[in-house]
T-cell receptor, first 111, second 114 residues
Framework: KQEVTQIPAALSVPEGENLVLNCSFT??????LQWFRQDPGKGLTSLLL?????REQTSGRLNASLDKSSGRSTLYIAASQPGDSATYLC??????????FGKGTTLSVSS | EAQVTQNPRYLITVTGKKLTVTCSQN?????MSWYRQDPGLGLRQIYY???????DKGDVPEGYKVSRKEKRNFPLILESPSPNQTSLYFC?????????????FGEGSRLTVL
């Protein structure tokens, strides 16, 4: 059964720092991997989607990479800002019917 | 504005009193799904629908029902709610079938069953 793990569970950084969030999954047979952001009391917002044939995707200060063979993805956030404070969730689409989510990394960026 | 709308956003009810959480999307998406989010357990899929009149169980379907009579609507029905169904519920939709594609989520419905 597919399992998705995110490390660390929580991260605190000062404003301006570049940071990396990690995601690992146990079964490399995936259709795609998605990164989401969740603010307290809110729904999830899709940040980046990487298809299984792709190696990375970029959006603004965010860059996500995918290494299917090793079962790893990273989300790189450049020049972090207090507004980036949120929980970041990684999810894999394995069967085309559901996303399997990690438990998330809660990021706090202090000014 | 493209969105997934859930109602109610907050609900406190009692054991055994039937309730329905509505979900509607305005993006003409074929795929819709319900998740529940619990501390320490993360997000788990309850049911999903690949298209009108096509629904199937996710990982935690016990105690829930769904229907997909129209493309835009995918209500979640709790016939006899129990305290272990106290949770934060999310509806989500996606354009692509075959794979889930980019998933759009509603704002969530926080349900408390006493």
């Amino acid at each position: 059964k597919q399992e998705v793990t995110q490390i660390p569970a929580a991260l605190s950084v000062p404003e301006g720092e570049n940071l990396v969030l990690n995601c690992s999954f146990t079964d490399s047979a995936i259709y795609n991997l998605q990164w989401f952001r969740q603010d307290p009391g809110k729904g999830l917002t899709s940040l980046l989607l990487i298809q299984s044939s792709q190696r990375e995707q970029t959006s603004g200060r965010l860059n996500a990479s995918l290494d299917k063979s090793s079962g790893r993805s990273t989300l790189y956030i450049a020049a972090s800002q207090p507004g980036d404070s949120a929980t970041y969730l990684c999810a894999v689409d394995q069967a085309g019917t559901a996303l399997i989510f990690g438990k998330g990394t809660t990021l706090s960026v202090s000014s | 504005e493209a969105q997934v709308t859930q109602n109610p956003r907050y609900l406190i009810t009692v054991t055994g009193k039937k309730l329905t959480v509505t979900c509607s999307q305005n993006m003409n998406h074929e795929y819709m799904s319900w998740y529940r989010q619990d501390p320490g357990l993360g997000l788990r899929q309850i049911y999903y629908s690949m298209n009108v009149e096509v629904t199937d169980k996710g990982d935690v379907p016990e105690g829930y029902k769904v229907s997909r009579k129209e493309k835009r609507n995918f209500p979640l029905i709790l016939e006899s709610p129990s305290p272990n169904q106290t949770s934060l519920y999310f509806c989500a939709s996606s354009f692509r079938t075959g794979t889930t594609g980019e998933l759009f989520f509603g704002e969530g419905s926080r349900l408390t069953v006493l």
